[in-house]
């Protein structure tokens, strides 16, 4: 089965630190991108970071860049976010996700599956 | 950055309606858009990838169409499973961005 667990979320005050951790299982981990994505309590998706197989491109959100590190160690098929310098505005669920891409025919694009259960992070005094 | 537009954010149908959700791009995505369902507490799953194609194992009532700009979520006859928040996503720029989302309740 693949699957994906998230931990290493918590309650942390502003300006603190908190590093992420996705354990993957059911796949070949290094073939695969991955993705963070996070949901604030009550509110919508919001794509926040991502890493390609070899781990030599990343990208983040505009909302992280320069506070959020994304990595992988694919021999131990786990993906990371270290998350500094936090504000109250990063409290959400953090969930991870692997990009599956397709370009065959007519058929191209990418989705992310499957999810994470997710890790909660709370930034509050 | 590409926009997507929901729409509506929410709506009431009983179990057998037809529903249909909406979703603009702000510019075209060609077809890398999909649509996500998630339940209360869970995890997102993919429904729809590349605009019109079934994830495997998800009912056939699941539909998608559309393209560049304007995009359908169609459920043909709704279950009460099919309760839930729909999101689009498209990944044909960076960032990659979700709409806001769609919430499907009973009516």
Do not use: H
């Not at chain 1, 979320?9 to 992420?20: E, N, Y």
């Not at chain 1, 390609?52 to 990343?58: L, P, R």
């Not at chain 2, 537009?5 to 075209?28: E, F, H, K, M």
Request: glycine share 10%; proline share 4%; aromatic share 12%.
């Amino acid at each position: 089965e693949v699957q994906l667990v998230e931990s290493g979320g918590g309650l942390v005050q502003p300006g603190g630190s908190l590093r992420l951790s996705c354990v993957a299982s059911g796949f070949t981990f290094s073939s695969y991108e991955m993705n963070w994505v996070r949901q604030a309590p009550g509110k919508g998706l919001e794509w926040v970071s991502y890493i390609s197989n070899s781990g030599s491109s990343i990208y983040y959100a505009d909302s992280v860049k320069g506070r959020f590190t994304i990595s992988r160690d694919n021999t131990r098929n786990s993906l990371y976010l270290q998350m500094n310098s936090l504000r109250a505005e990063d409290t959400a669920l953090y969930y991870c996700t692997r990009e599956v891409r397709r370009n065959s025919g007519v058929i191209k694009g990418d989705w992310f599956d499957p999810w994470g259960q997710g890790t909660l992070v709370t930034v509050s005094s | 950055d590409i926009q997507m537009t929901q729409s509506p954010s929410s709506l009431s149908a009983s179990i057998g309606d037809r529903v249909t959700i909406t979703c603009r791009a702000s510019q075209s995505v060609s077809t890398y858009l999909n649509w996500y369902q998630q339940k209360p507490g869970k995890a997102p799953k993919v429904l729809i990838y590349a605009v019109s194609n079934l994830q495997s194992g998800v009912p056939s009532r699941f539909s998608g169409s559309g393209s560049a700009t304007d995009f359908t979520l169609t459920i043909s006859s709704l279950q009460p499973e099919d309760f839930a928040t729909y999101y689009c996503r498209q990944s044909y720029r960076a960032p990659v961005s979700f709409g806001g989302g769609t919430k499907v309740e009973i009516k």
